[in-house]
């Protein structure tokens, strides 16, 4: 099992910054990805941004330029840092990790941080 903790989530006027947090526990040895999703109000979970085992990175369109995903190995810990923030941009965020055992893939969530743009 992989424990993710989640923490960084507040609320921000549109403009300003945010920088999201997730560690990661457990049994970490396989995790092949790690990523931020995030589901506003009526809306389907999407992915935000993820990064892979290489260093790769990929993001959605809409974050494209103002959100940057990183990682800190030492400290197995996912970092996503969200400046120009929009009201769009309201959602609860998930942090995901993905793991391979025997082909078999894993994935794994957090509880999730609420992160509120006010226009």
């Known amino acids: 099992q992989v424990q993710l903790v989640e923490s960084g989530g507040g609320l921000v006027q549109a403009g300003g910054s945010l920088r999201l947090s997730c560690a990661a526990s457990?049994?970490?040895?396989?995790?092949?990805?790690m990523g931020w999703y995030r589901q506003a109000p009526g809306k389907q979970r999407e992915l935000v941004a993820v990064?892979?085992?290489?260093?790769?990175?990929n993001y959605a369109d809409s974050v494209k330029g103002r959100f940057t995903i990183s990682r800190d190995n030492a400290k197995n810990t996912v970092y996503l840092q969200m400046n120009s923030l929009k009201p769009e941009d309201t959602a609860v965020f998930y942090c995901?990790?993905?793991?391979?055992?025997?082909?078999?893939?894993?994935?794994?969530w957090g509880q999730g941080t609420q992160v509120t743009v006010s226009s």
């Open positions: 457990g049994s970490i040895s396989g995790i092949r990805s």
């Open positions: 995901n990790a993905a793991k391979y055992v025997l082909a078999t893939r894993y994935e794994y």
């Open positions: 990064i892979l085992s290489g260093g790769i990175t």
